[in-house]
């Protein structure tokens, strides 16, 4: 069939095939340098206990037939090393159903990372990255050209990120709608990178002609996607722009970075194609049905994005074949950060020394600037950040996490920026207080050097200790 295949796609596929794959092994070694503290089996939510009561056909795992936190290694590390060998081109070398076979270990191997992944792992990119990497499959590789249904199917999942986001504020807070949310938005994002103290001291005008051009990118540019080329690659190029500005603007682990490898695959590069052989029967059919398949499912997505009780980030079956996604349908106005600190005296003392753990990623010392994670994911530090929204999203291991601080937990340490207390002598009482934060003035960071101005609010936790521990410890 001389439909199935565009010839002139095979360098997008190329560079979108790399690119996919570099992002594969940013997850797998987040998974594999963090899981321990967060999910293993002495984690803040462990595996065996979410397995227990939870059934495979809920989330089907690798995991649900065993776990070992060497087992969950093995497979994170495995994840890396197929990885590696897609960036280096491993897929090009195989007949075309080793090379699908390869690209769908990755594929196998995260989906059983994220279904047990609970909390840690109830972002939106997680499903994103599954989506792109099972459509990602059927690409084929060298010895085809790319189906022309793979492609269609990846530019529909890019239109559904991107219409989806733009609904998701058009109905969500109202700051969208007067243009005025980035007046807030650099301030209390998750995770401001180093340079969103500028980008939020930037004249507000600016900002207004920001969320403009973003409605403008994410309402109406998707539509030409499905445009002749080249208005198809125009409308790519104007997407990885915008996300480009996002990367530079604060830290979204790899959300910008997946929705950049997904424009790449409707981009047409000026490139001759090399001769190739036609399709294999087989492998048409296998496609063909593997599309309709996706189209049939998309209906869930579809109703969700035109219903007026649109909701963003969720997967309709437990593979994440198919997804709805959004975020930030409101803006928070002002930011508050849990700060964690610890003693080696009497919690009732009033000259009591208190010190306190420096995270990774999240404000903490107002001195501090951020720094640049994405697209590595910091899953602590972003939780921290819901626990600052409401204590009701860190209820299932907040009170895990303060045991660990107090037992001086090397794994979860290891998570931290720094501890205040030796590996030889834990803190007595680990206690928590709310702050609220905001960027300095120009003024103020010129005569202090602190970029995040803090008020104490409330208490967060109450000075805890380990139970049953000797008065005298």
Known sequence: ??????????????????????????????AALQFRPLIGERGMLPVPRFVARVPFRRAPSLFQLRYSDRLFAL?????????????????????????????LVPWVLYLSVVNVGQAWYSFGWESLLLETGFVAVFLGNDEVAPPVVVLF????????VEFGAGLIKLRGDECWRKLTCLDHHHETQPMPGPLSWFFHRLPRPLHRVEVAANHVTQLVVPFLLFAPQPVATAAA???IVTQ?????????????????????????????????????????????AVSVLLLFLSHRPV???????????RSFDPLHLVNT?????????????VVIEGTADEAGR?????????????????????????????????????????PSYAGAWFGVLVERLLENDRATLKLLRSSPFPADAPPRFVRARLFRYRYTTWRELRETGACWERTYVREYLPPTRLTGAPDGS
């Open 237 to 239: 190029v104007l997407m």
């Open 75 to 103: 497979c994170a590390w495995a994840g890396c090393a197929v990885s590696a060998a897609l960036v280096a081109g491993l897929d090009s070398l195989l007949p075309l159903w080793g090379a699908m076979l390869l690209w």
């Open 303 to 313: 109703r969700n994005m035109i219903s007026r009780r649109q909701v963003m980030n």
């Open 350 to 390: 009033p000259d009591a020394d208190w010190r306190e753990y420096e995270f990774r990623g999240k404000p903490g010392d107002p001195r501090r600037w951020p720094r640049q994670f994405a697209p590595y994911h910091l899953r602590l530090d972003w939780l921290m950040w819901f626990a600052a929204l409401s």
């Open 1 to 30: 069939m001389e439909w199935f295949t565009a010839p002139d796609y095979w360098l997008s596929r190329l560079v979108f095939q790399r690119a996919l794959a570099v992002v594969y092994l940013v997850a797998f070694l987040t």
């Open 325 to 337: 996604y959004g975020a930030f349908g409101s803006v928070g106005q002002v930011r508050h950060e």
């Open 153 to 160: 199917l990846l530019r529909w999942l890019l239109f559904r």
């Open 244 to 288: 480009l500005w996002l990367v530079l603007s604060g830290n979204f682990s790899w959300l910008n970075w997946v929705t950049i490898v997904l424009a790449l695959s409707a981009v047409r590069f000026p490139a001759d194609p090399p001769p190739v052989s036609a399709a294999p029967l087989w492998y048409e059919a296998v496609v063909l």
